[in-house]
């Protein structure tokens, strides 16, 4: 299979998996019903169902699955390690730190665009310090405990704020919130991340050679013309944004960055660049089904979308730093 | 034509001196190896070369221009670099590692240029290298990583390369065939600048011997002129015995000066 083809294959199933996740909910509609909704050939009420419930809801978690599963490639490849991801770096923790603290005094009430630009800026924080962290460690395997230290200490602020809410509502809010999910999502709700969004995923595309350069090692990489400065700033500044955009809409999700750029790996030769779109869409597709998942699940309260993602990521993490090659390093 | 020049260059890291005043040049056509003991600073002069290394006294100048401050994709234009530890993060194939050798062309993996593709080709055709063009380097040995390390380097068709220790944990008929490959390379017009441990090899391909200790140059010429027991003993602080006779030179260390 050519990248062109997995691409391909990969992005069918996505818009099959939207379709079907749009089928599912209190009314159950078949597909042909779905799809006279999406062209407005149907009763308004099949419309408004699947326009403002449960077609953001599926394009949410799709876009949250692409941007963590690009965000992770593009994680994997700069820092030449297969664990490196948002979450396990603690990025996904400083973005929601960011963003609770943005809830917390109310910042958010004056502008849609604060709570994107919290979780941003506490995404740039993160990627910011380790990026610089990098420079200084060569050891792959501390800068990870770097980021594991990171993410600790942002969980432990956010207890602390947890700690300090102010009243039960505001709690409920915040610990929803952190858990992780897509429900209840407007298509206004994805408009106002989209500019974070696609200015991340154009630059971590821009990035996608580098990444290639990197395999050779840093000095090598150099040698062969990469500017290691400017290709670890870009790398920073996209996944940055993209994993800042998408704790933004859904919150923290972790592990999908390194479940999805694993499983394509095999399929584009092990090449970083080509490894990137891919597993933008399985990341994507992950999460669509892991949603879809989450609302058959026969549960009392619907369970959230971050807690299924980590209760099935966090054992394939330890799978895979289990199965490294030990001269990795 | 292209040149690669060290004029006096001093590298100090916190309070070390590590360079002092090293002077060196290096043109297409001639292979010049730089023979030191652990320690020298034979791998900062040539990260110094790349512009790896900032220098504090000094310059190093790639066509006249500082190398700092040369863009890196201009310099992969021009130079090569075989660095001394390379470590390959991914399993990738063969043939890929060699493309990357291409990157400053603007190659991307899976979609070269003709003129990429060519180059590619030519790099694994000379280093041997048809049988494992698919095969992952996950799977190779030492000395065919080596071989793919040196396809990379000169699939770039850069007229100069720089290489730090492109031999060191070969077996011997891996050794030969890399300092062949080298050799080649000069034969066809290129200029390499190497660092080699093995004193016989180096005066067996090399055109120019730069001897260096303690961070300083100690003595530079042919290995005819240069390569004696007393410069052995000088430089390395072992007793050796020098053999020259029709098959090349021959170094014997026998202890401890």
């Known amino acids: ?329 | 034509m292209t040149s690669l020049i060290a004029n006096k260059v001093s590298i100090d890291v916190a309070g070390a001196s590590i360079l002092r005043d090293v002077t060196v040049s290096l043109q297409p056509g001639e292979l010049v190896a730089i023979l030191g003991p652990n320690g020298a600073g034979k791998t900062s002069l040539l990260r110094a070369l790349m512009g790896l290394t900032k220098t504090s006294g000094g310059s190093a100048e790639l066509n006249r221009v500082a190398c700092h401050k040369v863009a890196p994709q201009d310099r992969a234009k021009l130079i090569s670099y075989l660095p001394q530890r390379r470590p390959l993060a991914w399993p990738n194939r063969v043939i890929d590692v060699v493309a990357l050798g291409r990157f400053a062309h603007g190659a991307a993996l899976g979609q070269l240029s003709p003129e990429d593709t060519l180059a590619v080709s030519d790099a694994i055709n000379t280093c041997d290298l048809n049988k494992l063009a698919e095969r992952s380097t996950a799977t190779l040995s030492g000395g065919e990583l080596a071989r793919v390390h040196f396809a990379r380097a000169i699939a770039s068709k850069t007229p100069l390369l720089v290489a730090d220790e492109p031999v060191a944990e070969l077996d011997p008929r891996h050794q030969v065939r890399i300092s062949d490959l080298l050799r080649k390379y000069v034969d066809n017009g290129g200029g390499a600048l190497v660092v080699l441990h093995d004193i016989t090899l180096a005066a067996r391909i090399a055109d120019r011997l730069v001897w260096m200790k303690n961070g300083s140059i100690f003595a530079e010429g042919t290995p005819i002129e240069t390569l004696t027991s007393q410069m052995i003993k000088d430089v390395f602080g072992v007793q050796a015995y020098i053999g020259n006779d029709k098959h090349g030179f021959d170094v014997r260390i026998e202890g401890a000066a």
Request: proline share 5%.
């Open chain 1, 1 to 329: 299979m050519t990248s062109r083809q997995l691409n391909l294959f990969l992005l069918t199933g996505c818009i099959v998996a939207i379709l079907a996740a749009c089928t599912l909910g209190s009314t159950s509609m078949d597909f042909s019903r779905v799809l006279a909704a999406f062209f407005g050939q149907s009763s308004p009420a099949d419309s408004v169902v699947i326009w403002q419930i449960r077609f953001p809801r599926a394009l949410s978690a799709f876009i949250v699955g692409a941007a963590l599963g690009a965000s992770g490639a593009a994680l994997q490849g700069l820092l030449r390690n297969p664990l490196a991801e948002p979450g396990v770096l603690g990025v996904t923790a400083t973005a929601s730190l960011s963003a609770t603290f943005a809830l917390y005094y109310g910042f958010v009430a004056s502008s849609p665009f604060l709570l994107p630009i919290y979780s941003i800026a506490g995404a740039l924080i993160a990627t910011g310090l380790l990026a610089a962290a990098a420079i200084r460690v060569s050891s792959v395997v501390t800068l990870i405990l770097i980021g594991v230290g990171l993410s600790s200490f942002s969980a432990a602020l956010m207890s602390l704020l947890l700690n300090l809410a102010p009243n039960p509502f505001s709690l409920s809010d915040m610990i929803n919130w952190l858990l992780g999910s897509v429900a209840n999502r407007s298509l206004n709700d994805i408009l106002i991340v989209m500019p974070f969004m696609i200015t991340g995923f154009i630059i971590l595309f821009i990035t996608r050679r580098g990444l290639s350069a990197l395999t050779l090692g840093e000095e090598a990489a150099s040698g062969i013309g990469l500017n290691l400065r400017h290709q670890r700033i870009a790398v920073v500044l996209g996944a940055g944004l993209t994993t800042g955009a998408s704790v933004a809409l859904a919150g923290a999700i972790g592990f999908i960055g390194i479940v999805a750029p694993h499983l394509v790996r095999p399929f584009v030769h092990y090449d970083p660049a080509r490894s990137l779109i891919p597993s933008a869409l399985l990341g994507g597709l992950i999460l669509i089904i892991a949603d879809i998942g989450v609302r058959l699940l026969p549960t009392i309260s619907e369970l959230k979308l971050g807690v299924i993602a980590s209760i099935i990521g966090a054992p394939a993490f330890i799978w895979i730093a289990a199965k490294r090659r030990l001269t990795h390093d």
